[in-house]
């Protein structure tokens, strides 16, 4: 527990790294910087390299030999060296586990008593051999080298060894620096075969190249991390086709997922090299980026593409293909999507390659996408290439069993086998879907009614909206009601800017009148998003099978002229978001608030047990919950929304969804998606209900910013009560409060596990109506009226819920309305005892 705690802390503390610009904020654990062979010490930058002479503890050798070279041509570290005959080695004591950065700094020059470029010899930890046997080719200038390893010892020894009895070993400089722990994850996508690598924790990786794509040379005093990233330019294989561009703003850090400073700096993401997009758009003027690195025929290596959508104006304006050897490693890649819909915000992709044996160029390419009405266009940011010790094949594991990985999206999926299985399960859906009309003249409760296979149903809402409308019922029948572009055309003022009433990563939401003066949401994708067509389907898909008076209902759909429109019930009052903060709508009482709560708890709570296989929303926020005309709270959006593994499959975008501020930490480190997962979101939720402000704030004070971790200060203190909106904090009775507190609480658990179930939190916050209730009417009241009044209670909310119960019974679910108001009424009591 102390330990998720600390992981947690870590969390939290990356969070505000992440929003507050603080430079080389990241203070390495380990920090050893030697200057081998000097007899003073010596200050490059801000660091201070020790001489190692004044470290003898850390040397173990049994000569003493060091030397030094006048030329000042390189740097001073270069200038001393220390030189070992026999077999010799450093050792430091390591206070933090796990990855470090052991960087070496080479100079082989030429003193009175030793010719450097003479040396042979290997340098190890006790775990790997970092280097085999000096380059000989590396006689006049500097060689830098830098490993990223896993120390998973109490001391790295780190030895040096001539490779045979005259020959001789040297070091100039050594640093042994403690790296984020994140900085690497486990696992990695395969380019060729398609898959995902798993292992990366444990490997040693050389650093090879790091480039910094169209911007200058980063020293490591402008990095994090002490890092150097090189220009891109000269490995360019074609410069006509790109050019260099950079951004004066603000890279977003906190939007993004996890991408910090320490992943790369500021000055990484602001410069990008972009694919130059001809005037004349013609497909003859389609052409590939390409970056040419010398490599080691049949090593692997990691690659990590560092992106960050710097040169558009508008969201889900660039797509572009990634290549790695020729090998598709993206396709279409959605830089909007990937980046929470928020331009400037960082992004990076890792990939596994093996080179072939006989191939020592390895290419990288970005190119056009092959999506239509997309000017061709591309960039990259940063680029990193990290030679593996391993096959790099070892450790493969196939897409059907892998997760979701953090800032991997696997669009490249969409090669053969994805596009099978995509085909394979529509027609088994289809198949499916007409046995099952052909079977059943009863409609099947658990399917969307209104617009079921059910001819009759359909047939009487085609009437409803039978002016204009066509409803097609014999090709579409699993998909619900289908409006003909036309009709929707008409129906949004031909889809008139002045009547958009939300936009969001799938594209813009019109309001819209029917001609029998029905209102309608009109949800429009964006033509251009290949993403955006899969979460069409399964919003579709999603949406016509559920049935929920918590959830936003579908109505029907368009897809003509390959459009994809959804249209939804009209939600007459707007999202709960605009009711809390930022707007000036009228307050929300407690009670009304709670109400609102439990609305939405409820549609969750159908969600994750409305079906055989949970439903997992995945982006539950405040703006996705909308309010009908008496406030009445329906859960929106499910475009992120997925079942799990098998759906998954046909869906090939896996990349973190979310927003942040609500994001589950655990999902967020463990990649492990589950209802617990909504459940930590929706306390995020109550939080902003009960204190109106936004989940994260940059303009606050360091320790307010993010509202999840301000506000459980104030909880575990016991002192809620001090951050409550100021219009409601005179209204909410303690019992209510104390209640809705301990209810937050536990959905922010660190862990899923001990976080509550959806059915729990609207169990807790039923009470917590019912505390707030309780109170008011019971302090004055005698206990006999109290038990009076509560079956009237109890048979409203029968009424009211019947609908709700139909469905639910449906799902085995054991928490029925009436079973919970009963609970109730005997808690009310005994409380009031
Ligand atoms: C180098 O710096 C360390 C720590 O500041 C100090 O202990 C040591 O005496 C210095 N060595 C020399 C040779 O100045
Ligand atoms: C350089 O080496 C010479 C002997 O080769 C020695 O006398 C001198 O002190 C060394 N200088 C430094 C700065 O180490
Ligand atoms: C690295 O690879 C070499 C052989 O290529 C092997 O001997 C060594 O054990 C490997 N080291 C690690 C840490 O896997
Ligand atoms: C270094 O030593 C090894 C083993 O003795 C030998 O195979 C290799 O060729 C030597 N390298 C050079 C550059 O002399
Ligand atoms: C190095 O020399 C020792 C004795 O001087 C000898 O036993 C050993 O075999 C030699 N090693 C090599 C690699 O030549
Ligand atoms: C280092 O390796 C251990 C297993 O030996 C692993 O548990 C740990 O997560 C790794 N650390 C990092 C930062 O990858
Ligand atoms: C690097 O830092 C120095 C000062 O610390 C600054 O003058 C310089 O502009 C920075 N360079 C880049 C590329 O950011
Ligand atoms: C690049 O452009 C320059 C002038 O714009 C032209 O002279 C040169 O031939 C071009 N290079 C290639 C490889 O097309
Ligand atoms: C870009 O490179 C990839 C891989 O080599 C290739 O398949 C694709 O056709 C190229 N695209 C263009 C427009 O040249
Ligand atoms: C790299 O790309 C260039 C230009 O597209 C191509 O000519 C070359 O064959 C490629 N090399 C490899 C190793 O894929």
Redesign the pocket.
Known sequence: MFARMVEMGIYVLMMFMAVLYVCNAFTPIDNYLIDC????NTTVGQRTFMADTSLSWTLTTSTNS???TSSNSVSSLY??ARIFTNPSSYSFPIKQQGRHFIRLYFFAFS???FKLSTANFSVSTQDSVLLHSFPANSASTPLFKEYSVNITHSTLILSFVPTANKSLAFINAIEVVSVPDNLISDTAQTVNPLGNYQGLSVEPLETVFRINNGGPLVTPANDTLWRTWQPDQSFLLDKNFSKPVSYSGNINYAASSGVTREIAPDVVYSTATELVSTISTTQNARFNVTWQFDVDAGSSYLIRMHFCDIVSTTLNELYFSVYISSYSAVSNLDLSAASANVLATPYYMDFVVKMDDGLSKLNISIGPSSLDNVLPDGILNGLEIMKMNSSGTAHVVSPQGSKANVGVIVGAVLGAVAALAIAVCIVFTLLKRRRRSRMGRKPNTKAWLPFSINGTISQSLGSRFSNGTTATLGQNVSLGYQFSFAVLQEATNNFDEAWVIGVGGFGKVYKGVLRDETRVAVKRGNPKSQQGLNEFRTEIELLSRLRHRHLVSLIGYCDERNEMILVYEYMEKGTLKNHLYGSDLPNLSWKQRLEICIGSARGLHYLHTGQAKAIIHRDVKSANILLDENLMAKVADFGLSKTGPELDQTHVSTAVKGSFGYLDPEYFRRQQLTEKSDVYSFGVVLLEVLCARPVIDPTLPREMVNLAEWAMKFQRRGELDQIIDPRIAGTIRPGSLRKFGETVEKCLADCGVDRPGMGDVLWNLEYVLQLQDAESGFTDVDSITRIDELPTQVQNINTTESVTVGVLDQSANDLSDVSMSRVFSQLVKSEGR
Not at 37 to 40: C, F
């Open positions: 062979g000097s007899l003073s060091m030397a030094n200038q001393k003193s009175q008593s």
